[in-house]
């Protein structure tokens, strides 16, 4: 699922491994955390009108990109629908912090948690549209590089029992770089949109955005980039897109 090529970057990939990934292993931090669980939701599921939050979104101009990425994926033939579930059934399914989604097919399916204010539903819908592109541009990405998806899921569903530092750094980097990028590129649209106005309780993390997605995401693994976990999220950002991001994630 990833493309391109930028030396000086990799570089700095395995630098930054080098220096704060591996002393982490080797402390053997393995937890317990969960994965993503990729199960069909059992439970009440209910239709949600979206109708508020997206006129909320409307209301500023990172959430008509979000609106606008909506538009660009019914043109490329994806359905869209909202469904309302507790945050445990979302959790369930493939998600978080107040939302989820699953692609399958051209169905697209945005899970929201119940409960939500329109403004709280706004930053979810927000938040996994961003998923939902990188995750369909990964998926392109990785067309070419069978390999990388093969030993990513490998690693992704063997790591709790082989251990992480078991594993090719290269798949090590790639997993966690993505899943890394992939919050910080979600989270900094949620942080937008809330400084042109949209507030949430839940969604901006200010300057402790990059140890937030650390603890909340990365040590779920059992490992960490910690100090460096600022550098990993500035260089996340400083990509324009998930596609240039898997370039330099693959090998
Ligand atoms: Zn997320």
């Not at 990188?134 to 030993?151: G, K, Q």
């Not at 200010?206 to 976990?229: N, R, T």
């Amino acid at each position: 699922m990833r493309h391109g090529m930028c030396i000086a970057d990799t570089k700095f990939m395995g630098n930054l491994f080098k220096k704060s990934f591996m002393p982490l292993m080797l402390l053997g931090l393995l937890t317990t955390g969960c994965v993503p669980q990729f199960e069909k939701a059992n439970g009440d599921l209910m239709v949600l009108d979206s109708s508020s939050a997206e006129g909320l979104l409307s209301k500023t101009s990172t959430g008509n990109q979000s609106l606008g990425d909506l538009t660009t994926l019914r043109n490329q033939g994806y359905t869209i629908s909202y469904l309302s579930m507790s945050s445990s059934d979302i959790q369930s399914v493939n998600g978080h912090n107040g939302g989820g989604y699953k692609i399958s097919g051209s169905a697209i399916t945005i899970y929201v948690s119940n409960g939500l204010a329109s403004q709280e539903q706004a930053h979810v819908i927000a938040h996994e549209l961003v998923h939902i592109k990188d995750d369909l541009e990964v998926d392109f990405y990785l067309r070419s590089y069978p390999y990388v998806s093969t030993a990513s899921q490998n690693f992704v569903s063997t790591y709790k029992t082989q251990g992480v530092n078991n594993f090719d750094q290269r798949v090590v980097s790639y997993v966690l770089g993505t899943l890394f990028c992939t919050e910080a590129r979600a989270y900094s649209r949620n942080q937008q949109l809330a400084n042109e106005g949209l507030q949430t309780n839940f969604f901006a993390k200010g300057s402790s955005l990059p140890q937030f997605i650390d603890q909340a995401y990365i040590a779920k693994f059992g490992v960490s980039y910690g100090s460096y976990a600022n550098n990993m999220a500035s260089w996340c950002l400083s990509n324009s897109s998930m596609t240039q991001i898997q370039g330099q994630l693959v090998w």
